[in-house]
């Protein structure tokens, strides 16, 4: 048998309807009632304070009515289980007490004891029921406001219900704007063929989606690498979740690229000892055959000493390019303005813009701090990326945009054109030595840039897209 104990608090102007629910409660086994008492809606009210499990109301309290009661019931405690109690059957009352909140209603003299008891301990339950709910929402609207990533509500077409601040922040009101009356759609943000294919599985096969990565469309035409959770909230309608992995990408990045090229480094050390001492054995060699050999053989092979000697210091020169373009050098490192080493830079390449006609947009961060840098080594490495940024270019319609910010401890620069682009493929061989697309060129320019900015401690990433240009992004720590 149960020891759960029920307070009710009952309030009705006629004693006799008091005793009769009184005793009914008095029959109920599994569940013990403990009934209080009120007559009017004025010694009612202080009671309220008091921890009721359920309220009894009669509709007629004298000059009030058990609504007004109700009212106030619901003022204080949302979700406490309220039944009315009514001398008839009338539509109206119930309807009316219903949108109050009330939980049911009883007709006086239409009980017995098991329908009081049944009635009694549904309301309490669909009112805990509301309050686990209510609770609920509240956690879910906490979560969803106050969530660090994009999160958002979507339908069974892929309509955006609903975004979190973080969501806004990251897409922009454009990607959903509450204000407009066209609908936005989760499927426009995403890039790749794949991800929108995926989506539209999604919703054809009423599935979820875990962890997949997607290339998303931002503000300002922006894209990141994402990781995004679908998930099944109710009918038709799905939770979204996106992590921007563009950090975690670019931290991958940076360490790849650095790992890359302490091989490279090594490779070179390696080439330098193994390649050069043959060649001054072969160089040696010319040299002495040149002593030795008759004047008539001279006079009829000695040009292909010749060759044997240009091609042996070109071979020398190359190994020698190579290894000072992955050597990490000294640096005579001074507080210099960021801004102002891009504008000297600038004007070596001053003539290439002038001849292009390149419209150049500064965007530089006005109050940006020092950083310690070897000036001119970073003038070297920024005019190696402003030349390849000018003959990626078109004449006259070619745009330059130099921006410099500060962020995360970080001094940041962003050298953008909208050239050509560079193919997927190519990129990630952008610095590897004497790697070029282009018809003449050593093919370390950017080997040579990487290692300047390495050296500092710094990072360089690229971002490009073919037909829309290309990104370098230097980062240099800022003093401590």
Do not use: W
Not at 206 to 212: F, G, L, N, T
Not at 407 to 413: P, S, T, V
């Amino acid at each position: 048998m149960s020891t759960e104990i029920v307070k009710i608090l009952y309030v009705d102007d006629d004693p006799d309807d008091f005793f009769l629910v009184a005793s009914l409660l008095k029959r109920i086994k599994d569940t013990s009632y403990d009934l209080k008492g009120a007559t009017s809606l004025e010694e009612a009210l202080p009671m309220l304070k008091e921890n009721f499990d359920v309220f009894l109301v009669d509709y007629r309290l004298g000059k009030d009515t058990g609504l007004e009661l109700i009212q106030e019931i619901k003022s204080l405690k949302k979700h406490a289980p309220v039944i009315m109690l009514t001398g008839m059957s009338t539509g109206d009352i119930d309807k009316e007490a219903l949108l109050l909140g009330a939980s049911d209603y009883l007709i006086k003299g239409e009980f017995d004891a098991n329908i009081l008891d049944r009635t009694l301990r549904y309301a309490i339950r669909d009112a805990r029921l509301m309050e686990s709910l209510a609770s609920a929402a509240v956690k879910f609207r906490s979560i969803f406001e106050l969530a660090s990533d994009p999160f958002l509500l979507m339908d069974h077409e892929g309509r955006i219900l609903e975004a979190n601040p973080s969501f806004l922040k990251k897409f922009g009101r454009k990607a959903f704007d509450t204000t407009s009356k066209k609908s936005s759609y989760f499927k426009d943000l995403l890039l790749d063929d794949s991800s929108k294919q995926e989506l539209d599985d999604l919703f054809f096969n009423s599935q979820e989606i875990y962890d997949m990565e997607a290339l998303m469309t931002v503000e300002h035409s922006h894209t990141i690498n994402s990781l995004i959770s679908i998930v099944k909230q109710d009918m038709g309608v799905f939770q979204v979740l996106i992590k921007d992995l563009s950090a975690i990408k670019a931290k991958e990045e940076e360490e790849l690229n650095l790992k890359k090229f302490s091989s490279t480094g090594r490779i070179a050390r390696l080439l330098a000892h193994e390649v050069k001492n043959p060649l001054t054995t072969i160089l040696l060699s010319a040299d002495q055959l040149h002593m030795e050999l008759p004047e008539s053989v001279l006079a009829e092979s000695g040009d292909l000493i010749d060759v044997i000697r240009r091609n042996c210091d070109r071979i020398n020169h190359l190994v020698t390019q190579l290894l000072e373009s992955t050597r990490c050098t000294e640096l005579d490192s001074k507080s210099h303005s960021i801004n102002t080493l891009l504008d000297e830079s600038l004007e070596h390449v001053q003539d290439r813009l002038e001849f292009k006609c390149i419209t150049i947009l500064k965007q530089y961060q006005t109050n940006i701090c020092d950083v310690k840098v070897d000036g001119e080594k970073v003038k070297i490495a920024l005019i190696n990326l402003l030349v390849n940024a000018i003959e990626a270019m078109p004449e006259k319609t070619g745009k330059l945009i130099l921006k410099t910010t500060i962020k995360n401890g970080q001094c940041r620069i962003e050298i953008k054109d909208n050239g050509e682009g560079i193919p997927k493929e190519n990129v990630e061989r952008l610095f590897e030595p004497f790697f070029t697309s282009k018809p003449t060129g050593s093919g370390l320019g950017l080997t040579n840039t990487q290692n300047i900015i390495l050296s500092h401690g710094g990072s360089i990433r690229v971002k490009s897209e073919l037909g829309r240009g290309t990104s370098f992004l230097i980062s240099f720590n800022l003093p401590s």
